[in-house]
């Protein structure tokens, strides 16, 4: 069964934004180097794949209800746009990287979505829909458990042990902290690279999950997306 598409007033808010983005400046955020380029290649799928991913959260969502969004930056624009326009919903979307909120910020405008520049963390209040997408396996911010767990790729004579756990126990605190802001029975959107953080806190906690079948593509790094029912 198809989804819907969006509204024409969405669609044409999300196409302005990403026709306004400075990415002369998000070209270092994202790129060492090159980022111009990498932006002339990826500006398009970032915004028609995330439109599908939109298109299907709208389907689980309810509305007037209040998102968490962990690390979200401009692949987000589309599915963050939809929850405020076509739901009604409070967004609450946190990123590490000041330029980038920046830059997001100044895109939207006076009355666009509002980016926090902090952790994810922080946030107050209580959400009954959770975003961690590419987080726990971003080579930035875990590089050890990025090349162990999500690309399989670390040297065992070069490999940092005590690095390695000293991200895990930040990974395991990030979520745990994230996971206690949601009301359940809840919606979690995840990658499914990120699928050990889920049943490792939902073992722990005796409460049970239900992940669905059907997976949506990201534009910038792959990583399939998934929806998970929580409680």
Same mark, same amino acid.
């Given at each position: 069964?198809?989804?819907?598409?969006?509204?024409?007033?969405?669609?044409?808010?999300?196409?302005?934004?990403?026709?306004?983005?400075?990415?002369?400046?998000?070209?270092?955020?994202?790129?060492?180097?090159?980022?111009?380029?990498?932006?002339?290649?990826?500006?398009?799928?970032?915004?028609? #794949?995330?439109? !599908?991913?939109?298109?299907? =959260?709208?389907?689980?969502?309810?509305?007037? $209800?209040?998102?968490? &969004?962990? %690390?979200?930056?401009?692949?987000?624009?589309?599915?963050?746009?939809?929850?405020?326009?076509?739901?009604?919903?409070?967004?609450?979307?946190?990123? #590490?990287?000041? !330029?980038?909120?920046?830059? =997001?910020?100044?895109?939207?405008?006076?009355? $666009?979505?509002?980016? &926090?520049? %902090?952790?994810?963390?922080?946030?107050?209040?209580?959400?009954?829909?959770?975003?961690?997408?590419?987080?726990?396996?971003?080579?930035?911010?875990?590089?050890?458990?990025?090349?162990?767990?999500?690309?399989?790729?670390?040297?065992?004579?070069?490999?940092?042990?005590?690095?390695?756990?000293?991200?895990?126990?930040?990974?395991?605190?990030?979520?745990?902290?994230?996971?206690?802001?949601?009301?359940?029975?809840?919606?979690?959107?995840?990658?499914?690279?990120?699928?050990?953080?889920?049943?490792?806190?939902?073992?722990?906690?005796?409460?049970?999950?239900?992940?669905?079948?059907?997976?949506?593509?990201?534009?910038?790094?792959?990583?399939?997306?998934?929806?998970?029912?929580?409680?």
């Amino acid at each position: 069964m198809k989804t819907p598409k969006l509204s024409s007033a969405t669609t044409q808010e999300i196409s302005r934004m990403y026709n306004v983005l400075d990415y002369d400046g998000l070209g270092p955020v994202y790129c060492d180097e090159g980022g111009d380029a990498f932006w002339e290649d990826r500006r398009g799928p970032c915004k028609k #794949l995330g439109i !599908a991913i939109a298109r299907a =959260l709208r389907a689980h969502l309810p509305a007037m $209800g209040r998102s968490l &969004y962990v %690390g979200a930056g401009v692949p987000e624009i589309p599915v963050l746009l939809m929850e405020r326009l076509e739901l009604n919903r409070t967004v609450c979307p946190y990123n #590490l990287r000041q !330029a980038e909120v920046d830059i =997001l910020n100044h895109a939207g405008g006076e009355n $666009g979505i509002h980016f &926090y520049c %902090g952790s994810a963390e922080t946030a107050t209040g209580k959400v009954d829909h959770l975003w961690i997408v590419s987080v726990l396996n971003d080579p930035e911010e875990f590089p050890n458990l990025s090349v162990l767990f999500s690309y399989g790729r670390a040297d065992p004579l070069a490999f940092d042990v005590s690095a390695f756990s000293h991200e895990r126990e930040t990974g395991v605190r990030l979520f745990a902290n994230c996971m206690a802001k949601l009301t359940l029975p809840g919606l979690l959107t995840t990658s499914v690279e990120e699928m050990p953080w889920v049943e490792h806190w939902c073992h722990l906690h005796g409460i049970p999950y239900q992940v669905e079948d059907r997976t949506y593509p990201t534009a910038l790094v792959g990583d399939p997306v998934c929806f998970i029912r929580i409680g």
